[in-house]
C-alpha cells in the first residue's frame, strides 16, 4: 500500500483527514519530529484554529527548517487550512509571528459589518478555466475560516501560482493555491464530500501536478467569480441517548420529552446512530450533528460511548461533525480531574469538527455579566477557542417564550410577537434554560448570544423549547432577534417539518443554516427533498455527488 506522511502538532480534527486517506488506498505515517521530515516523498500538513498558534507549534517543536527544505527539494506537499494560511508572509490575525513565506502575500480578515464571520459552509473554488487538482467548477467545498487572503487578479499568477477562488459576501478569496510540488487549501477536501475526496486523490496520485493549468474542456460552465457562492446549510441532527435496554439510540423529543406516551413510557427509539448518520451523508446533509443527551456519569470517559460513534462515523460520513454533551469540567471515575478542553480533545481525535457547549454556557454568560462584562480566559468556550480557533466551539441554546403585557414589564430584551400570549400579551422574551430544559435563568437569549461571541464562540445552535417536536415551522421571530444581535454564524433549529418550513426559514430571516431532525429519522422527507424544494426555489444548495473514486 502507497505511504503519505502526516505531520500532526495537534491541529484539531486529524482523524477525518486519515480517514479520507485511508479510503483512497493510501497508508499514513506520522511525522513525530523534525528527523522523520527527510524521510517523508509525500508530506501533508492538515491545520485548525489560529495562524499564530500553528506556526509556533511548529517552530518550537523544530519542524520548520525541515519542511522549508522539503519543498525546496520539490517533493510533494499539501498544505490544509491554516497550513495553507501558514505558507503565507503573514496575517493580521498574529501579526507579530511570520509565515513561511513561501507565498509573497498575507492575510487579513473577513468584514463582518455585512455578513457572519467565520465564513462556515460550502462554497466554490473557481479555477478560471484551468485544471487544478481536479477542482470542479460544479462542486461545492467545506470553508471554515475567518482569515484569507483577499484574492487580487494577476497578482499571485505572476509569481507563477495557480489560484482558485471563493467569494463570500463581495468579498472574493483564495480558496485554493498551486505551483510546482506545493498544493495548498482553504477548504478542508476531508470534510467535502466526493469533490474533496477527488481533489485529494490528485495530489496522492501526482495526476494534480502533472495536470496543472491545463486548460479545462468546458470552462464556460463555470460560475461568476464575483458572485457569493457559499449555499444554504442543511443539517441533520440526531439527538442520541441510552434507553431503558442500555443501548445507544437515536431518539426525538417532545417539547424535550423523549418518552413514548404509551404503555412502558420507552424512549423513543428512531434509529442506530452511525447508520443513520451515514445515510444523511449519503442524502446530501451538509454537516451532522450528535447532541448526546445521555450523561454516561458511571463510565471512564476515555470509553465514553460517543467518542466510539464518532470513530465510526468519520470511517464513511466526509461532512462535518459537531458533538454535544459533556463538554465540562468534570471528575472521572477513579477520581482524576478533567477539563472541558480535554474532553473536547478526545471529540476532535475521535472525528468531531466541532463541539456544542449548552448549559455550561449559560453559567459562564451570568458570571460573565456578575463580572463586568470581564473575561479570564477559565472558561471552557475560551479555553477550547484558544487551542483549536472558535469555529471550532458551537453553543447550543435552549430558550423558551416568557409573555408580558408590556414594555416595561422586564428589563429583557422582547419581540413585539404576531403570537400572542394566552392572556393576549403581545410581547415576550426568550428565557435561557440549562439542564435539558428543565430549569429556567433569568437570562434571556440576546445576553446569552451576545456573552458567548465575546467568549470565542464561533457558532450559535438555536433551538426553541416552545416549537421543538411540534413539525410547525421554525420560530422565525426568536432566529431574527438573534441574528441582529451577533455577528457569527447562526443555525436555526426546532419546528421543521416539511421542506416548505425550511425555504420559508431562509426567506424570513438571515439564519446561516437551518437544521432537521424528527422529520427525517421518521422518514417524512429526507435531506435531498428538502434541497431540491430550496433549488426550485431559486436558493444555492449542495447536492450529494456519487462517488466515483474506486481505491488506488
Keep these: 500500500m502507497p505511504t503519505v506522511h502526516l505531520l500532526d502538532y495537534v491541529a484539531g480534527n486529524i482523524r477525518s483527514l486519515v480517514n479520507a486517506i485511508e479510503k483512497l488506498g493510501y497508508e499514513v505515517e506520522w511525522i513525530k519530529s523534525p528527523e522523520d521530515v ?28 525541515a519542511v522549508q527544505q522539503h519543498i525546496a527539494a520539490g517533493k510533494p506537499f499539501f498544505a490544509v487550512c491554516v497550513g495553507l494560511q501558514a505558507l503565507f508572509q503573514g496575517s493580521v490575525e498574529d501579526p507579530d509571528v511570520p509565515g513561511l513565506g513561501v507565498v509573497a ?28 487538482y481536479d477542482l470542479r467548477p460544479g462542486s461545492k467545498y467545506y470553508y471554515v475560516h475567518s482569515y484569507k487572503c483577499p484574492y487580487k487578479p494577476g497578482e499571485l499568477e505572476s509569481q507563477g501560482w495557480t489560484v482558485a477562488t471563493g467569494t463570500y459576501g463581495n468579498e472574493t478569496f483564495v480558496g485554493a493555491i498551486a505551483k510546482g510540488n506545493i498544493f495548498a487549501t482553504q477548504f478542508h477536501p476531508e470534510k467535502s464530500g466526493v469533490p474533496g475526496l477527488r481533489t485529494l486523490r490528485a495530489f496522492l ?4 501536478a502533472k495536470n496543472l493549468g491545463v486548460p479545462l474542456e468546458n470552462p464556460s460552465s463555470a460560475p461568476p467569480t464575483s458572485k457569493d457562492g457559499l449555499t444554504r446549510r442543511v443539517i441533520a441532527c440526531l439527538d442520541v441517548r441510552a434507553n431503558d435496554q442500555g443501548d445507544l439510540v437515536v431518539t426525538k423529543g417532545d417539547q424535550y420529552d423523549v418518552r413514548e406516551k404509551t404503555e412502558g413510557n420507552n424512549v423513543r427509539n428512531l434509529g442506530k446512530p452511525v447508520e443513520m448518520a451515514k445515510r444523511y451523508y449519503e442524502d446530501g446533509a451538509d454537516e451532522v450533528t450528535f447532541l448526546n443527551i445521555t450523561s454516561f456519569r458511571d463510565c471512564p470517559i476515555a470509553d465514553l460511548p460517543m467518542l466510539e460513534i464518532l470513530r465510526q462515523t468519520s470511517r464513511t460520513v466526509f461532512v462535518p461533525l459537531t458533538v454535544g454533551g459533556g463538554i465540562r469540567d468534570t471528575v472521572d471515575t477513579d477520581g482524576t480531574k478533567v477539563t472541558a478542553l480535554e474532553i473536547a480533545s478526545m471529540y476532535f481525535k475521535s472525528g468531531a469538527d466541532k463541539v456544542s457547549v449548552g448549559s455550561d454556557a449559560v453559567i459562564a454568560a451570568e458570571e460573565y455579566y456578575s463580572l463586568g462584562k470581564k473575561l479570564f480566559g477559565n472558561t471552557a468556550i475560551e479555553q477550547i477557542s484558544r487551542a483549536y480557533g472558535n469555529q471550532a466551539v458551537v453553543v447550543s441554546v435552549d430558550p423558551k417564550r416568557v409573555y408580558v403585557p408590556k414594555r416595561d414589564a422586564t428589563r429583557h430584551a422582547l419581540v413585539e410577537t404576531k403570537f400572542p400570549g394566552p392572556k393576549g400579551e403581545p410581547f415576550c422574551w426568550y428565557a435561557c434554560t440549562i439542564k435539558g430544559g428543565r430549569e429556567t435563568r433569568d437570562m434571556d437569549v440576546v445576553e446569552l448570544a451576545q456573552a458567548v461571541e465575546a467568549m470565542g464562540c464561533g457558532e450559535l445552535l438555536l433551538n426553541c423549547i416552545d416549537k421543538d417536536g411540534t413539525n410547525s415551522g421554525f420560530d422565525l421571530e426568536l432566529i431574527q432577534q438573534v441574528k441582529n444581535a ?35 429519522h421518521r422518514g417524512e422527507y429526507t435531506v435531498k427533498q428538502v434541497k431540491d424544494h430550496l433549488a426550485d426555489k431559486g436558493m444555492v444548495v449542495r447536492q450529494f455527488e456519487e462517488d466515483d473514486l474506486p481505491q488506488i
Excluded at 121 to 126: E, K, L
Excluded at 205 to 208: C, D, I, L, P, Q
Excluded at 494 to 518: I, K, M, N, Q, Y
Aim: with cysteine; charged share 15%.
Design 205 to 208: 496520485t501526482g495526476e494534480g
Design 486 to 520: 451577533v455577528s457569527i454564524p447562526v443555525v436555526a433549529s426546532s419546528g421543521a417539518g416539511t421542506p416548505a418550513h425550511f425555504d420559508e426559514v431562509f426567506r424570513e430571516t438571515t439564519t446561516d443554516a437551518a437544521l432537521g431532525a424528527g422529520m427525517f
Design 38 to 65: 527527510p524521510k517523508a516523498e509525500k508530506l501533508i500538513l492538515p491545520g485548525v484554529g489560529h495562524f499564530g498558534h500553528c506556526l509556533s507549534q511548529l517552530s518550537q517543536a523544530g519542524y520548520l527548517p
Design 105 to 132: 502575500a498575507t492575510l487579513d480578515r473577513f468584514d463582518d459589518a455585512d455578513k457572519p464571520v467565520p465564513h462556515i459552509g460550502w462554497n466554490s473554488a473557481y479555477t478560471g478555466g484551468k485544471t487544478m
